[in-house]
């Protein structure tokens, strides 16, 4: 997968400046895909360049121009056609894993800690995407293809924050049984 992918599909159900676009990367394909704003800029620029979105430019009085990227027809073709072709699994790149792997070379207990600090933060993440699976309401059979293609991937996001949160607890129990 690309940003330009995360990018387009961000693009599909509206129009966003490039602001706004970073802005709402935090809070939807944001959940499955890291972008800086720098990033951000300079692969709208490129996609735009390709013909996959346009650009109209509004200016404003009081601030700078600015502009309002939407997704072209070549675009969501683009996007269609990457869709379509099989997705490999992602690689395990989790660098908390190899601290663990060679945890024994420090204390217990900043170990210990570090794990700690990761489940902090994984229950944050769960809670985010437990608000955003939460927002789709009740009856999930009356969802749109689009709205359950969304739902389906925000579920993925609660069942792996809630894995890693499962992980962090056995870890820990199993070090804190350590008599070393």
Known sequence: M????AILAALLECSHSGYDLAKRFNGSVGFFWHASHQQIYRELSRLESAGHLSCELIEQDSRPNKKVYSITASGRSALGQWIGR???PPPIKDELLIKVFAGHLISKTRLIEEIRRHYRQHRVNL???QAAVLSYGDDIGQLSRIQKCEYAALRAGVHYETSRLHWCEDAIQLLLADSG
Do not use: G, K, R
């Open 86 to 88: 099989p997705a490999s």
């Open 127 to 129: 809670e985010a995407y």
């Open 2 to 5: 690309s940003l330009a992918h």
